[in-house]
């Protein structure tokens, strides 16, 4: 894989978990792209800072501790009738609230990403009579990334 622009990728989610986390099991799931994405932030996991100070050695010893997966802001023009933005407004507080949901990222050259995560957040931006009106969501990342 080489360096590539942002143009065509595509934001698919589902309400299940896959059978198994790999490729396979995600794969086996049939997502809902999210229609109007504007923008998917940054996301993956980050380990804890651990630290040892014996007082005999004077320096500080340094581990990972727990990971945190992340999470991912999504930005979109907002469509209520698109059944992906139904599926994140249901995820983040209406009948899908408790369910983790699984993510397909698709990118220009047909790579894929797959996690699972919970979806915090489902909010309309208004904004100005100069803009279109968006939609924010806010992923927590529960698993690792697969790449595909």
Same mark, same amino acid.
Not at 39 to 49: Q, R, Y
Not at 107 to 132: C, G, L
């Given at each position: 894989m080489t360096v590539q622009?942002?143009?065509? +990728?595509?934001?698919?989610i589902v309400a299940a978990t896959? %059978? /198994?986390h790999n490729e396979a099991g995600f794969a086996a799931l049939t997502f809902v792209n999210v229609g109007e994405v504007v923008s998917i932030g940054e996301?993956?996991? +980050?380990?804890a800072l651990v630290t040892?100070?014996?007082? %005999? /050695?004077?320096a500080v010893s340094k581990f990972k501790g727990s990971i945190n997966y992340g999470s991912m802001p999504v930005a979109f023009g907002l469509d209520i009738?698109?059944?992906?933005?139904?599926?994140?407004d249901a995820g983040a507080l209406g009948a899908s609230?408790?369910?983790d949901h699984s993510v397909k990222i698709t990118y220009q050259d047909a790579s894929v990403e797959y996690f699972q995560a919970k979806i915090m957040s489902y909010t309309r931006n208004p904004s100005t009579i100069d803009a279109i009106?968006?939609?924010?969501?806010?992923?927590?990342?529960?698993?690792?990334?697969?790449d595909a």
């Amino acid at each position: 894989m080489t360096v590539q622009t942002n143009a065509t +990728t595509q934001l698919g989610i589902v309400a299940a978990t896959p %059978a /198994t986390h790999n490729e396979a099991g995600f794969a086996a799931l049939t997502f809902v792209n999210v229609g109007e994405v504007v923008s998917i932030g940054e996301h993956g996991g +980050t380990a804890a800072l651990v630290t040892h100070s014996p007082l %005999a /050695t004077r320096a500080v010893s340094k581990f990972k501790g727990s990971i945190n997966y992340g999470s991912m802001p999504v930005a979109f023009g907002l469509d209520i009738t698109d059944a992906g933005q139904v599926l994140l407004d249901a995820g983040a507080l209406g009948a899908s609230i408790d369910v983790d949901h699984s993510v397909k990222i698709t990118y220009q050259d047909a790579s894929v990403e797959y996690f699972q995560a919970k979806i915090m957040s489902y909010t309309r931006n208004p904004s100005t009579i100069d803009a279109i009106i968006s939609g924010n969501s806010t992923f927590e990342l529960v698993t690792s990334i697969i790449d595909a």
